[in-house]
Every structure is written in structure tokens, then in C-alpha cells.
Nanobody, 120 residues
């Protein structure tokens, strides 16, 4: 059974930082590109960043470029998202998922996500 468990969210002031983690099980983590999505209140879920199997290639949505960094630990089957210079518009529930390839649809059912709230 595939499990995706996100953690590390919280309330942070504008300009602050958070590091999200996604622990996974039930599939061959090292064989799939991985992704972070987010869903803000009243909005559709959007792709934030993704990373290739060996971390050689990453992509970011324009609004987070230069502020967020995606990484992975294949040995620990864990995905990370380092978020710096956070802004109120980054407020959302963040989710991780595996991808069949870059540009493909997420493979598995969503986890519970982790809430990031940016506010003064």
C-alpha cells in the first residue's frame, strides 16, 4: 500500500523559512520523478516543483523560483522542499506525489498534506 506522509508545515512570518518532508513507502521511490504540489484556499491544486530520479533535473513554478529548493534522499525514500523568503501567497496545503515522467499526472492518492501559513 502506497503511503505519502507530508510534514514540516506551520505558521511562519513573511520572509521566514520552512523545510517540508515527504516520507514514502509502498513503491520504488528511487524509480520515479517526485513532485510537490500545493492547494491554496479556494484554488485548484498546482504543481510547485519536481525532481528527477537522480536529482539531476529540477523544475519550479515561476512564482517560487529562487526561493524554493526541492531535493530527495533515495536511500531514505524521502522528498524535501526547502522554502525560503516565504510570502503570504505561499499559504496553502502542500502535498507530494510520484510522477510517471515530467509532465505526467500524479500516480497515487494524495496524502493528508501539510499546512503552510504565512502571516504576520
Amino acid at each position: 500500500q502506497v503511503q505519502l506522509v507530508e510534514s514540516g508545515g506551520g505558521l511562519v512570518q513573511p520572509g521566514g523559512s520552512l523545510r517540508l518532508s515527504c516520507t514514502t513507502s509502498g513503491f520504488d521511490f528511487q524509480d520515479y520523478p517526485m513532485s510537490w504540489y500545493r492547494q491554496a484556499p479556494g484554488k485548484e491544486r498546482e504543481l510547485v516543483a519536481d525532481i528527477s530520479t537522480l536529482s539531476l533535473t529540477t523544475h519550479y513554478t515561476e512564482s517560487v523560483k529562487g526561493r524554493f529548493s526541492i531535493s530527495r534522499d533515495n536511500g531514505q525514500h524521502t522528498l524535501f522542499l526547502q522554502m525560503n523568503s516565504l510570502m503570504p501567497e505561499d499559504t496553502a496545503v502542500y502535498y507530494c506525489n510520484a510522477l510517471p515522467s515530467f509532465g505526467g499526472n500524479p500516480l497515487y492518492a494524495w496524502g493528508q498534506g501539510t499546512l503552510v501559513a504565512v502571516s504576520s
